[in-house]
């Protein structure tokens, strides 16, 4: 089977949400209809009633996020966010590559979340699901003008990306970090350019992420990446080179995840690696399981993001040793939250 070009996913599994479809297994997508070879990026834009969405998982309380863009482009394999798109009629193989849903009216509807007497100054993460630097945002700026009402309103933010396109916006940055009002950090799964473009197509190189950590470090923005997801038996083994490299560009701290196939990113991933690593397939694919208590689909809490069982330990014992080497005693300063100016009016002075 063809697959097309410069894409994650080379299938477009059922919705699980149609009524009218057929139960399938994991092995049945090698029997189904050849997809387009060169699917266009469709841009679908939405006006939502809100915006900002806060967790209550044990995993992340009070974790509130921004994302100007369901969908994305990057077309990273392992996305946890595939399985969201079903939420909106669509498949969470190529569509969710190629159907980009735009919140156009998210800066106004984060300028009245602001001027709410309900709302209390805290932490917004940009990138909760889907990046917020994704090609789309060259063309929206979506994102550039939702981190200047931020600015304005001095409220804080912490941004997360694989896209050089957020050095567009340093300026908007370089000024909330003078006012403690900013962090950054980078996703850099491996340094490994042949592992990168296939299980992130339409990411930058590791080079350039590593150049972004570095020039944002240099405007005063705290920097930090996150090793996520660690896939086990593909690139666990670059943890400690990876933390050495971002260490030299200025970055602070690293955080990571395993990677979890859950829902039918599960079927997605296993086409993906015995398409592009049939060697280790199996290989990749236990181990998976094996950090996942036997299964690759992880739902647990306290243990789905980091995995249980020897090779999790392993994993978590790597990267350890390899953030005291590097990092020894950084860390990152406590953003502000006391700025606030509610209606968004710069003191005087």
Known sequence: MERPRG???GIN????????QTEYTSEDWQNWDE????????FIEDHPKTLLSTSDSPDLRNFNSIN????????CIYCYARNSHEYWGFSAGLDFETKIVVKKNAPELLEKLFNSRKWEPTTIMFSGNTDCYQPAEKKYKLTRRLLEICLRYQNPVSVLTKNALILRDIDVLEKMAKLNLVHGAVSITSLNEDIRSTLEPRTVTAKRRLQVVKILHEAGVPMG???????PGLTDHEIPAIIKAASENGARWAGYTVVRLNGVIGTLFEEWVKHHFPDRADKILNQIKDSHGGKVNDSRFGLRMTGEGKYAEHIRQLHSLACRKYF??????????????????????
Do not use: W
């Open 7 to 9: 894409r994650g996913a």
């Open 225 to 231: 990446i996150m090793t996520a997801p660690i896939v």
């Open 35 to 42: 997809p387009d070879t060169n699917p266009k990026t469709q």
């Open 13 to 20: 599994t059922p919705n699980k949400f149609h009524k009218l």
């Open 328 to 349: 020894k005693e950084q860390e990152l300063p406590k953003l502000d939250t006391s700025l606030f100016l509610r209606g968004g009016q710069m003191k005087l002075f």
């Open 68 to 75: 100007p863009y369901r969908g994305c482009e990057h077309g």
